[in-house]
């Protein structure tokens, strides 16, 4: 079964979530970050991801205060997007606490710094975000195109000692209406060797069991954000979603970590 990781994304130190990525298409779920990860944390969650949005659009604020007292609080691997641009960032990103950093813009605009991060802090520990809509790299928080095609991009990553990919559909973020499908096999196809974190489009458990179909095609993990925030999978009744302001949120699952 593909592992689920729950999506935080901040903006103005907040958790939101944007439609097809348009800024403008925002809604507020959460005020509380840190809280919300260890929500996230109680209800079994494996591995958190976080975006720094602000970070994102390349300007000059960021949500670092707040991912790092995330990765402070929890017990858990968080991996983190957003803003990271250089060396520097991917250091700060990882003393902060990150287990993996993720690499989008940067990874478009200069993949040898891609190579340099691997070989310096190995490949468990830098994964390349791929933003994509119908086939093309967005860059800077997906608000300018690249040009350059997601799956030619990926076997260039993949060379330069890349294993791990999250490949995210904009067209199908936060909308709900189900994966793309076609695109995770046409890339999942032409790779060898790096794994696929899928992203975008997940609206219920119909469509986890269909990504789950994608393992012969290198998926084996995915990012869920607004079906989470809005309850729409039934095992979130029996969960502690409804009375999460009674919660002590100090106490984390038993579950043995992988």
Not at 64 to 83: F, N
Not at 125 to 148: C, H, L, M, P, Y
Not at 173 to 182: I, L, Q, S
Not at 185 to 192: A, F, I, N, Y
Request: hydrophobic share 40%; charged share 25%.
């Amino acid at each position: 079964m593909i592992l689920v990781i729950p999506a935080i994304d901040l903006r103005g130190g907040c958790c939101v979530r944007l439609l097809q990525g348009e800024y403008e298409k925002e809604k507020v779920y959460f005020d509380d970050p840190v809280k919300m990860a260890k929500l996230w944390r109680i209800q079994n969650a494996k591995v958190l991801h976080l975006v720094d949005l602000d970070a994102a659009k390349g300007g000059s604020e960021n949500n670092t205060a707040v991912i790092q007292q995330i990765c402070k609080e929890l017990d858990i691997p968080v991996q983190i997007g957003g803003g990271i641009r250089t060396m520097d960032d991917i250091d700060a990103a990882l003393a902060a606490g990150a287990y993996r950093v993720i690499i989008g813009t940067a990874a478009v605009q200069n993949p040898d710094l891609v190579t340099a991060a691997i070989d310096k802090h190995g490949s468990s520990r830098i994964v390349v975000g791929i933003d994509a809509k119908f086939g093309e790299v967005k860059i800077q928080g997906w608000t300018e195109g690249s040009g350059v095609d997601a799956v030619e991009f990926a076997l260039d990553m993949e060379n330069r000692g890349c294993r791990r990919i999250v490949y995210t559909d904009i067209s199908r973020d936060g909308t709900m209406e189900g994966p793309n499908m076609e695109a995770y096999k046409e890339m999942g196809v032409r790779l060898s060797k790096a794994k696929i974190t899928a992203s975008g489009g997940i609206g219920n458990h119909h469509h986890l069991i269909e990504l789950n179909s994608l393992t012969p095609y290198r998926v084996d993990s995915v990012i869920v954000g607004r079906a989470l925030y809005e309850n729409t999978f039934p095992c979130q009744q029996f969960w502690c979603w409804n009375n999460k302001e009674d919660l002590d949120l100090s106490c984390f699952s038993t579950a043995t970590l992988k």
